[in-house]
């Protein structure tokens, strides 16, 4: 899988829309660009992925290039609930799931009241 | 809808003593069935999976054991918890075919 860099910390204001950028330049064309969050205590939850196209769900939005080396994850109007260690993750898709995730250091949210 | 259930929530154990963790899914059938350690600081090991009934596929040598004694229910076993054992055990399954894995609520082992 392809390695990702993320920033170790940000800060945004409740209310905001909070932006997680990650590069992942070494990124294949199979690959998937997957974010996980893991809020104190709890164990990581899923958030959205994409291959190349922007997605967007209930929980955020996820911005690829179109050379596909970074994204961006947007958390539209952050709450306070959303401060957590968002990681970004590059997998290949559809292997059968047979084998486990390896997260990074992510990005630690903090949002601020 | 899917939901996954991990217990109990902590756990204290002396160092010598056995361990029993469980983890059910429910809302799926023939889930892939993951369990994580996490230790302080640090990222996620995979230590066992599972792609059915019976069958537990080991990724790192450990004095710790999985089974799979129903589709929706996966356990990790230990005869002599070692202090090194201390950590976050988390529980994940997936839809077979596909890579998103959603994580349970975590167990929580001191070993002391």
């Known amino acids: 899988d392809a390695k990702t860099t993320q920033p170790p910390s940000m800060d945004c204001a409740e209310g905001r829309a909070a932006n997680l950028p990650c590069n992942h330049s070494?990124?294949?064309?199979?690959?998937?660009v997957y974010w996980y969050r893991q809020i104190h205590s709890q164990g990581p939850q899923y958030i959205i992925h994409?291959?190349?196209n922007n997605e967007t769900n209930e929980m955020a939005s996820l911005i690829i290039t179109e050379d596909r080396k970074s994204s961006t994850l947007i958390l539209p109007h952050a709450t306070l609930r959303d401060t957590a260690v968002y990681y970004c993750i590059v997998r290949v898709g559809l292997r059968g799931g047979a084998d486990g995730l390896t997260f990074g250091k992510g990005t630690h949210l903090i949002i601020q009241p | 809808s899917q939901t996954i259930h991990q217990w109990p929530a902590t756990l204290v154990q002396p160092v010598g003593s056995p361990l029993s963790l469980e983890c059910t899914v429910e809302?799926?059938?023939?889930?892939?069935l993951y369990w994580y350690r996490q230790a302080a600081g640090r990222g996620l090991q995979l230590l066992f999976y599972?792609?059915?009934?019976?069958?537990i596929s080991s990724e790192v040598p450990q004095n710790l054991s999985a089974s799979r004694p129903q589709d929706r229910q996966f356990i990790l076993s230990s005869k002599k918890l070692l202090l090194s054992d201390s950590g976050f055990y988390l529980c994940a399954w997936s839809v077979p075919g596909t890579e998103t894995q959603y994580f349970g609520p975590g167990t929580r082992l001191l070993v002391l």
């Open positions: 599972s792609v059915g009934i019976g069958q």
């Open positions: 809302g799926t059938s023939n889930p892939n």
């Open positions: 994409g291959l190349k």
């Open positions: 070494t990124i294949s064309g199979n690959e998937y």
